[in-house]
């Protein structure tokens, strides 16, 4: 199991400890005989799922046996199957998304769930993705509701109560028809009836009871994972696709319309991009769209810059910018100034042209070239914001296939954080958020500054940095605002060099230039300075002045100031005395350097 997105996070412990990663199964092992028949006669199989069904199971078959047929009988055995004994699966609340608006939420971004692939090499693997659905008609978890309350032979609806929970009488009893069937029809007000009843009306309810409580949605895929080439180091490589197909939005519905996903991605330097996606020959050959009928290609070549002055400059320096969003048409190749991510250009020329694997052919619309495209991970150099579309995927039929990357200098981790808590990571700096401490869904990024950028940052926001030096990396959290409901706390861990753990102090402020620096209670010992939080922002780690040494040092200072004061009043008031000085200071020197000379 890898992960349970679910809009009641308080049942992710249940989900957790039940999972088949942590939890041994049972289930029902049939004769061979039986299962060879019923293999072959699926409507008619049926293997029980507990314990006491499984181990009446007999082969031959009573009928059989009823026969004459003089065979040993053998009989179902429940087996338990050992757990995965894999970590528990991830397990959050679903993200909110307004129902049949294709999965997307909140600024029209999809919901999504980045899953970091475990280390594994295997060239068939299956993803499995289950949508399972329920209703608030009936509460589900009751083990007393169950296929007993279906409906019977004479009966127009279910055994099944929904009408109490509305104040009604259940079962029919006053005649509303709040039942459990197909299009029940429902009298909404009471007081017609009697009082009025010319007044009285019903309404019709479009309910099909068999999308209630059910398995919606079901879809496997299947994939290779492989070792990273021998030529890349890549602490982390992202994987960019493309989502979607080829038609406007009302041919591809419930589908969706071409997108990059992420088509929002941030990375470190260093990092590694594996640009991969599939397209398809078989999309039908009336849905809109640029090249042959019923194909879909893409590709990724960066924008060229920015035409027209827009916006102010404070969301993305003019200078850190490559390429426009706002464009449609590409920069060219060779310009190696703006090179795309710092690639190389046989690279972007793989990109753009899709040129790998193809020889000839017609390209203008990428028409010849393969369904999949796999450009291999690729490092990451240059820093900045790169924006950047797919030439082919771009007229109004198809809307714009664009995105853009964010290279930057540190290292980066986002999580979603709600009721079920969560974890960030990047080296041994940590952060966790305990079961509780929300109580809705908030994406969480991550941060870590090496010391001389995070110097260079705090400066450019126009900030002092708080009293003492530098004592380790700094760590931001995003948003930087409160990040757990009230009178809750969050925990941070960062590493702070051994040896000065005693001296070490932890201050916050924000990248908002009115912000000032807090100071904040820590714990640092064993080279790590833990302590707990509230909210976002910037974290530095600071070494301490020592009092007692600047207190001894400036009261060595305040002596000696207070003798050179003292003999300046005595001789001022005596200069008998410093004249008498002087004579015998110029005897003593004459003295010493006779006493140095090598003859005599």
């Known amino acids: 199991d890898i992960a349970i997105l679910t809009s009641d996070p308080t049942r992710c412990p249940y989900y957790e400890e039940e999972s088949e990663n942590v939890k041994a199964r049972y289930d029902c092992q049939v004769p061979a005989g039986m299962y060879s028949k019923y293999s072959r006669i699926r409507r008619e199989a049926y293997i029980p799922n507990n314990q006491e069904d499984c181990e009446n199971v007999q082969w031959p078959e009573a009928r059989d046996i009823s026969k004459g047929v003089n065979v040993s009988i053998e009989y179902g055995r429940w087996v338990q199957t050992p757990s995965h004994g894999l970590p528990k699966p991830i397990c959050r609340q679903t993200p909110y998304s307004r129902d049949n608006h294709l999965g997307n939420t909140f600024g029209g971004f999809p919901l999504m769930m980045n899953w970091t692939v475990p280390s594994i090499k295997h060239e068939h693997c299956v993803f499995r993705i289950r949508y399972n659905i329920s209703t608030g008609e009936y509460d589900g978890w009751d083990s007393a509701i169950n296929a007993s309350l279906n409906k019977q032979p004479g009966n127009d609806y279910a055994d099944l109560d929904v009408a109490t929970k509305y104040g009604l009488l259940p079962n029919n009893e006053d005649g509303r028809g709040y039942v459990f069937k197909q299009n029940p029809v429902v009298k909404i007000f009471d007081e017609f009836p009697t009082a009025n009843p010319d007044k009285d009306f019903a309404l019709r309810l479009a309910i099909n009871t068999n999308q209630f409580g059910r398995t919606f949605q079901d879809r496997s895929h299947t994939f290779a994972v492989r070792d990273q080439p021998g030529n890349l180091d890549c602490p982390r490589i992202h994987n960019l696709n493309v989502r979607g197909k080829r038609g406007n939005i009302v041919q591809v519905y419930p589908g969706v319309e071409y997108d990059m996903v992420p088509n929002r991605l941030y990375v470190s330097s260093d990092d590694c991009i594996h640009f991969q996606w599939t397209g ?121 296939q664009k995105g853009k990357i964010y290279v930057e200098r540190q290292a980066r981790q986002w999580n979603q954080i709600d009721w079920n808590g969560g974890d960030l990571k990047i080296g041994d700096s940590a952060v966790r958020f305990d079961r509780g401490a929300r109580s809705t869904p908030q994406d969480v990024a991550m941060e870590v500054w090496k010391t001389d950028d995070c110097e260079d940052l705090i400066g450019t926001l126009g900030k002092g940095l708080p009293s003492g030096s530098s004592a380790g990396d700094c760590l931001a959290l995003y948003p930087q605002d409160e990040l757990v409901d009230s009178n809750k706390k969050f925990k941070i861990s960062m590493p702070v060099p051994e040896g000065i753990t005693e001296s070490v102090s932890i201050w916050r402020t924000t990248t908002a230039a009115a912000s000032q620096w807090t100071l904040i209670e820590a714990d640092v010992s064993d080279g790590q300075a833990s302590f707990q939080a509230s909210q976002g922002g910037v974290y530095v780690p600071r070494k301490k002045i020592k009092i007692a040494a600047v207190v001894g040092i400036a009261c060595a200072v305040a002596v000696v100031l207070i003798i050179v004061v003292g003999t300046t009043v005595y001789f001022c008031k005596y200069p008998e005395k410093w004249a008498a000085l002087k004579k015998s200071a110029r005897q003593k020197v004459s003295y010493a350097k006779r006493s140095f000379q090598s003859q005599v």
């Open 280 to 400: 398809s020959n078989t999309n039908p050959n009336n849905n809109d769209g640029q090249g042959r009928a019923g194909t879909d290609r893409s590709n990724v070549v960066m924008l060229e810059p920015q035409r027209y002055a827009e916006g102010n400059g404070i969301a993305v320096a003019s200078n850190n910018k490559l390429g426009h969003w706002g464009n449609s048409y590409p920069e060219h190749l060779n310009n190696s100034e703006t090179r795309f991510l710092g690639l190389s250009k046989d690279d972007l020329d793989r990109l753009a042209g899709l040129t790998h694997d193809q020889f000839r052919g017609e390209l203008s619309e990428l028409d010849d070239s393969g369904t999949y495209f796999d450009l291999g991970p690729k490092k990451v150099t240059g820093v900045g914001e790169y924006h950047y579309l797919c030439t082919r995927n771009n007229n109004f039929s198809n809307r714009s």
